[in-house]
């Protein structure tokens, strides 16, 4: 059975830090993704890693504040955030995607599996 578990979100100060895990099981997956959905807004890809070759993209606002590793022992990602913004503020999930085909993946429907969704909010 896969499961994608996240933790580490929470409230934190704008230029704050935090870290997000994900905790992937139950097969082994080519990408893992992260995502965020602020209220009354779509589900925006933020995030990923080839799970395999470590390759990592990001979508252009979090570039040089966000970063993505992973453990391969623990198989989990973590989503490094420094330099928090107001604008940060969102439900950040992970995602696994199974499918080898793609160098990128950044859509919701690139990805098969999803976590439950952590919360992160950044205050001024």
């Known amino acids: 059975q896969v499961q994608l578990v996240e933790s580490g979100g929470g409230r934190v100060q704008a230029g704050g830090s935090l870290r997000l895990s994900c905790a992937a099981s139950g097969r082994t997956f080519s990408h893992i993704g992260w995502f965020r959905q602020a209220p009354g807004k779509e589900r925006d890809f933020v995030a990923a890693?080839?799970?395999?070759?470590?390759?990592?993209y990001y979508e252009d606002s979090v570039k040089g504040r966000f970063t993505v590793s992973r453990d391969n022992v623990k198989a989990t990602v973590y989503l490094h955030m420094y330099s928090l913004e107001p604008e940060d503020t969102a439900v950040y999930y992970c995602a696994a995607a199974d499918s080898q085909f793609g160098l990128y993946k950044k859509r919701v429907s690139d990805y098969d599996y999803w976590g439950q969704g952590t919360q992160v909010t950044v205050s001024t």
């Open positions: 890693i080839n799970w395999s070759g470590g390759t990592t």
